[in-house]
């Protein structure tokens, strides 16, 4: 699970660079040469030169603002050995309970901590984070002691369609009335915001999770039919 992360490009002729000193060295001596041959050669050349600058410095453009991100990721998953599903959240709020639904998603929980996972991505300590904390932590815990979650997953139900509202699968996510009563308003405003993350994070888990299972029942019937043929 990477969260966080940067690309760093390194050389193995680091520190010197001697290789990138003599291509960027025939560089200036090709822009050189084409300053001084092209005002000697014919118009129809000229034109052409132009025309390949052109096209050349285009793709390049393209490239650098279409293809990066793609190119980048596809490096990685090479270089780890593993395909990457890529997932963007409006906040670091939702990232972080995503992640704890992702990481509890095992059979083995005895030695995962959730709240320790919040605190690493978000080490906010005042009252609202720490009561927003434990609330989360405690609707994790219920699902995965109760999954009736995991059994309305497999039924096929279309979270797209449910508002927070509307929803009985987090029914003890959001906090009664009376407890946000020790907060102040803003804090209250706060706490909303928070819990609607929440929320928004936990259904898009149970999406990405059917979504999922469902390329992998696709792929084994891919196979078989492959194997049958």
């Known amino acids: 699970m990477i969260t966080k992360g940067k690309f760093e490009l390194e050389y193995s002729s680091?520190?010197?660079?001697?290789?990138?000193?003599?291509?960027?060295l025939l560089l200036m001596v090709q822009f050189l040469a084409q300053l001084l041959l092209?005002?000697?050669?014919?118009?129809?050349?000229?034109?052409?030169?132009?025309?390949?600058?052109?096209?050349s410095g285009g793709y390049h453009l393209f490239v650098v603002s279409h293809e990066r991100e793609k190119v980048q990721r596809e490096a990685l998953s090479q270089r780890l050995g593993a395909r990457l599903?890529?997932?963007?959240?409006?906040?670091r709020?939702?990232?972080?309970?995503?992640?704890?639904?992702?990481?509890?998603?095992?059979?083995?929980?005895?030695?995962?901590?959730?709240?320790?996972?919040?605190?690493?991505?978000?080490?906010?300590?005042?009252?609202?984070?720490?009561?927003?904390?434990?609330r989360v932590v405690e609707e994790l815990e219920r699902q995965w002691?109760?999954?009736?979650?995991?059994a309305r997953l497999d039924s096929g139900v279309s979270f797209t369609t449910l508002g927070t509202s509307e929803s009985n699968l987090?029914?003890?996510?959001?906090?009664?009335?009376?407890?946000?009563?020790?907060?102040?308003?803003?804090?209250?405003?706060?706490?909303?915001?928070?819990?609607?993350?929440?929320?928004?994070a936990m259904t898009a888990y149970y999406e990405w999770r059917l979504n999922r299972g469902r390329e992998q029942t696709m792929g084994e019937s891919s196979q078989l039919l492959g194997s049958i043929a």
């Open 38 to 55: 092209i005002p000697l050669s014919t118009f129809f050349g000229q034109v052409m030169y132009l025309v390949s600058f052109i096209a």
């Open 14 to 24: 680091d520190p010197k660079h001697e290789f990138i000193a003599l291509c960027s």
């Open 170 to 200: 987090f029914p003890t996510l959001h906090p009664p009335t009376t407890d946000l009563d020790q907060f102040s308003a803003e804090e209250q405003k706060l706490l909303n915001d928070l819990f609607d993350d929440a929320w928004s």
């Open 145 to 150: 002691n109760f999954p009736t979650s995991h």
């Open 93 to 134: 709020t939702q990232m972080s309970v995503f992640v704890c639904m992702v990481l509890g998603d095992c059979k083995d929980r005895r030695n995962f901590d959730p709240n320790a996972i919040l605190m690493e991505i978000i080490p906010n300590k005042t009252n609202a984070w720490v009561y927003w904390r434990k």
């Open 85 to 91: 599903d890529k997932r963007e959240f409006g906040s």
